[in-house]
């Protein structure tokens, strides 16, 4: 990110999200971290199931509007789930992160959920980001489609494999089924691949570890229209570092 980023602001980026959830050491997030996220010019960090790994994130979750979780999560848990911001041109961006319940928890519904922050979210702005932590590539299109006319964009995350599929929908919504992982990329979705291995051979449970060496930033980049809300293009990125 320290590297990456301001090359990214540089080419005219005024809103970042980062989905954070695994920033600590490959899994869960810390306040420590997630500071050093925010510190580094991310404007607003997502999460996903791993959201509760570290204990510590509760409280901070509480204090911090900046670090959602998904909104799904039945009420009373800790923190929000959407929040409307401020890019760094002056506009107000809304931003949305909902959770799958394919192969995941079983959670509300992420798109009864949808339906009910846009009804607030829209009373300030047009430009709605949608952050989709889910499991199945289906569940994340059904989404999309979903919310296609109703928001900016349907980013998909938490496969940590970015996909090929992106695309403005006729409705002016921007989607992918997956943005992709930034870690290394000599790995199994971030893992040692050793260690993958390991599991995958003999079905025992071991203690994944983050692997070294190249590194790999993985995004989108979407051009929204704030006028009316809707996105005029959207194209992947990813940056190498050895």
């Not at 005219?12 to 989905?19: L, P, R, S, T």
């Not at 922050?117 to 829209?122: E, G, I, T, V, W």
């Not at 889910?134 to 979903?146: D, H, N, Q």
Request: no cysteine.
């Amino acid at each position: 990110m320290a590297e990456f980023l301001p090359q990214l602001m540089n080419d005219e980026v005024d809103f970042v999200i980062a989905n954070g959830e695994n920033v600590s050491g490959g899994i869960g997030i810390t306040p420590q971290y997630a500071t050093m996220l925010l510190d580094q010019g991310v404007d607003v960090i997502t999460t996903g199931n791993h959201i509760w790994r570290k204990k510590e994130i509760i409280p901070f979750l509480e204090q911090e509007p900046r670090l959602l979780r998904p909104a799904n999560y039945p009420p009373g848990a800790p923190g929000r789930g959407s929040g409307i911001y401020t890019s760094s041109h002056g506009e107000k961006i809304g931003v949305l992160n909902l959770e799958g319940r394919i192969f995941m928890k079983s959670l509300e519904s992420p798109f009864k959920t949808a339906d009910e922050h846009l009804s607030f979210l829209r009373r300030e702005t047009k430009v709605i980001i949608v952050d989709f932590h889910a499991e199945a590539t289906s569940e994340k299109m059904a989404l999309g489609w979903f919310l296609d006319g109703e928001v900016s964009a349907v980013l998909g995350t938490h496969t940590h494999v970015q996909t090929a599929d992106e695309r403005v929908l006729p409705g002016g919504t921007a989607y992918i089924t997956d943005a992709g992982m930034t870690g290394p990329s000599d790995s199994v979705i971030g893992v040692k691949k050793d260690i993958a291995l390991e599991r995958f051979l003999t079905m025992l449970p071991n203690k994944f570890e983050p692997a070294t060496g190249k590194i790999e930033l993985q995004g989108v980049i979407v051009d929204v229209d704030e006028e009316t809300g809707h996105s005029v293009g959207i194209r992947r990125v990813k940056m190498g570092l050895d």
